[in-house]
């Protein structure tokens, strides 16, 4: 998760240039970290653990983190203004994985907190 973590920062810090390396890197990155979630989701609800839970936190906000900055790149003009978009979906994307850890840490996980929804 930390390689794919540091992809995604490589990516950004190379500005997501078109035909470049890293942005190949990056689109190989995101169906990685895709296909691993069609994975990981079942195998957290069949073998729920503090390791499912943390890599559930690490795997959906990078995922959230990629697409909310592709959203950004879409749809967000002119160059201060997208940095500051970028900026603050990096904040945005940090507090998410801080209080999923948190939650983790200190509730249920986010695997028990799933299941407990469920049986409502």
């Not at 990516?11 to 390396?21: D, E, N």
């Not at 879409?74 to 801080?98: E, I, P, R």
Request: with cysteine; hydrophobic share 50%.
């Amino acid at each position: 998760m930390a390689s794919l973590w540091r992809l995604g920062v490589l990516c950004g810090a190379q500005g997501g240039r078109a035909g470049s390396k890293a942005s190949s890197l990056h689109w190989t990155g995101e169906r990685v970290v895709s296909v691993l979630l069609l994975g990981l989701i079942p195998a957290a609800y069949l073998n729920p653990s503090s390791a499912m839970d943390y890599s559930l936190a690490a795997a959906l906000t990078l995922h959230s983190h990629w697409g909310l900055g592709q959203v950004v790149t879409d749809y967000v003009h002119g160059d201060a203004l997208q940095k500051t978009a970028k900026a603050g979906v990096l904040a945005l994307s940090a507090l998410t994985f801080a209080g999923l850890c948190y939650f983790n840490c200190h509730d249920v996980g986010i695997c028990k907190a799933v299941a407990m929804l469920w049986k409502l």
